[in-house]
């Protein structure tokens, strides 16, 4: 009697059995939305380079020095080994909830001077933190000052408790256990 699992129509029959609901599984990836993308249970928010915003931009000037672009942009994230004329500052954000962001600016030196600057469209600072924000920003801050009343039965409630201290004619206690520590040897 031949072996029942080499013949070829019962492996053919396992093989197909095993592989279909791995091919279903894998038909959830696919967009239903109409997008390009597909859809992936997690995908970890990469953040890549400087952010450089319109404001930084604004401020740059022609004739500032390495120095000043330096103190206003940080540190470039490329420098070239063979052009120490141009800064490049690039900035990638890709992110499961948002589309990706993509920014770059470069800069040309004459000497120890900026002679020009190439940028692409940057995002203004507040476009930047609403692409990063996770919550929505509450509609009513709250106050982070005391009103008069509330200041007035603050110092009213530290006066009486220094108050109560001072009549209590026992010294304070410690809190917790008394400890007790091996002695120290003797040193020459």
Known sequence: M?????HPLVRNALLLALTLPLLG??????????SKRYHFPYRPEVVQGNVVTQEQ???LA?????EQALTLLGTPLMQHAFRADRWD?????DSQDSQPVRARLSLFFTGDTLDRFETQTLP???QFIESIARDPLPSQMPTLQMTPAQLEAAQKKAASQAQDGMNSSLPPQPLGPDRVYPPLPDTP
């Open 2 to 6: 031949p072996q029942l699992r080499s």
């Open 25 to 34: 599984a894998c038909a959830w990836l696919k967009p239903t939305d109409g």
């Open 57 to 59: 931009v604004a401020q």
């Open 62 to 66: 022609k004739g500032m020095s390495r």
């Open 89 to 93: 500052y690039l900035f990638s954000l």
């Open 124 to 126: 203004t600072q507040q």
